[in-house]
């Protein structure tokens, strides 16, 4: 199957410094990149949708302000957790799809971050 | 508002029998469902899916089953095996899969 590669796996910051996750589609093109944030036993939250080469669009109560997302490639996308707060440890997810090879979305194996 | 939903947010089974993992989803719209297995700290993996135009699809010892006029769907697992041990999301999308809707997970321990 489709290999999605999230990095970095664990990221430990200080609170109010900014973390970088990326998100790469290692073997197609992601047509279209899903941010998701999943707390401890609950589902996954859809953050935000992004399509490259365009702004993301963002779920209801999600800052786009805080939450900076990029999808400058079709391999790659980018979240960046600014002015981290300890709310905002969780773990995200990203997935990524290609509408070419039909409706699945790969997931990537998910970053824990802990703000302290 | 939960679109999609897993009642049973565990399941316990015997080594070799039947695993049944149910969602139910409220949106009509939606014509495309999956199923996902998670392990702790790591990504969902894809599992099954199946169109709406079919009421069951088979991959191996998975089966989903789709009941739209009861908005259901199931994943049976057979035989169940240790390492089917996870939590499994069921995913549902309309209109091209703009959007997936996730359950909150039901999770599976087969007893050896």
């Known amino acids: 199957g489709a290999v999605v590669s999230q990095h970095p796996s664990r990221v430990i910051c200080k609170s109010g410094t900014s973390v970088k996750i990326e998100c790469r589609s290692l073997?197609?093109?992601?047509?279209?990149m899903f941010w998701y944030r999943q707390f401890p036993k609950q589902s996954l939250m859809l953050m935000a949708t992004?399509?490259?080469?365009?702004?993301?669009?963002?779920e209801q109560g999600v800052e786009k302000d805080k939450f900076l997302i990029n999808h400058a490639s079709l391999t790659l996308s980018t979240l960046t957790v600014t002015s981290a707060h300890p709310e905002d440890s969780s773990f995200y997810i990203c997935?990524?799809?290609?509408?070419?090879?039909?409706?699945?979305?790969?997931f990537g194996q998910g970053t824990r971050l802990t703000v302290v | 508002d939960q679109q999609v939903k897993q009642n049973s947010p565990s399941l316990s089974v015997q080594e070799g029998r039947i695993s049944i993992l149910n969602c139910d989803y409220t949106?009509?719209?939606?014509?495309?469902f999956l199923w996902y297995k998670k392990y702790p700290a790591e990504g969902p993996t894809f599992l099954i899916s199946?169109?709406?135009?079919?009421d069951k699809n088979e991959d191996g010892r998975f089966t989903v089953f789709l009941n739209k006029s009861a908005k259901h769907l199931s994943l049976h697992i057979v035989p169940s095996q240790p390492g089917d041990s996870a939590v499994y999301f069921c995913?549902?999308?309309?209109?091209?899969?703009?959007?997936?809707?996730f359950g909150t997970g039901t999770s599976l321990t087969v007893i050896p």
């Open positions: 995913a549902a999308t309309s209109g091209g899969g703009n959007q997936f809707y």
């Open positions: 997935s990524a799809q290609d509408r070419g090879r039909g409706l699945k979305a790969f």
């Open positions: 199946i169109s709406s135009i079919k």
């Open positions: 992004s399509n490259e080469g365009s702004k993301a669009t963002y």
């Open positions: 949106n009509s719209m939606f014509d495309y």
């Open positions: 073997d197609f093109q992601a047509t279209t």
